[in-house]
């Protein structure tokens, strides 16, 4: 969908779902999980994609299993590709049009700080260039 802010906070617990374990929920018995997010482009509704599609440019301040899917879904914005959390739209991408550009973390064993780039894949690529067409 298309999100109408700019930029937020998403501060929300996340918990397991134990009757369907892969899948994490929004629940206060939760542990604290806190995502920041910036709109890098907003694209208009089509027959594939009914309610739009948002770019967006995330931050996790921690590093909860699915964050980004879990908080995206509660703000009712799943991931477009993601059947695990409401928006399955396979013939659009093969998979959650989910990508780390960049991350940074300390190495376990080293204690150095490792920073990771990678561009943006072609799929994902694609995906943009139909949505501007």
């Known amino acids: 969908g298309v999100i109408p802010k700019d930029s937020g906070i998403i501060d929300a617990p996340i918990a397991h779902l134990w009757e369907f374990r892969p899948r994490r929920i929004i629940d206060s018995s939760g542990r604290p999980a806190r995502t920041r997010f910036r709109v890098l482009g907003r694209y ?9 599609m948002t770019l ?5 301040f921690t590093g909860r299993t699915h964050q980004i ?54 799929d994902m690529r694609r995906l943009i260039e139909k949505k501007l067409s």
């Not at 967006?56 to 996790?60: A, Q, T």
């Not at 509660?74 to 399955?88: F, I, Q």
């Open 44 to 52: 208009s509704t089509s027959l594939s994609l009914p309610k739009g």
């Open 56 to 60: 967006l440019c995330v931050k996790l």
């Open 69 to 122: 899917r879990v908080h995206m879904a509660h703000l009712g914005y799943p991931l477009v590709g993601d059947p695990l959390y409401g928006s399955d739209q396979s013939d659009l991408i093969e998979r959650q049009a989910l990508h780390a550009r960049r991350l940074s973390f300390i190495h376990p064993m080293t204690g150095r700080l490792l920073k990771l780039t990678s561009p943006l894949p072609n």
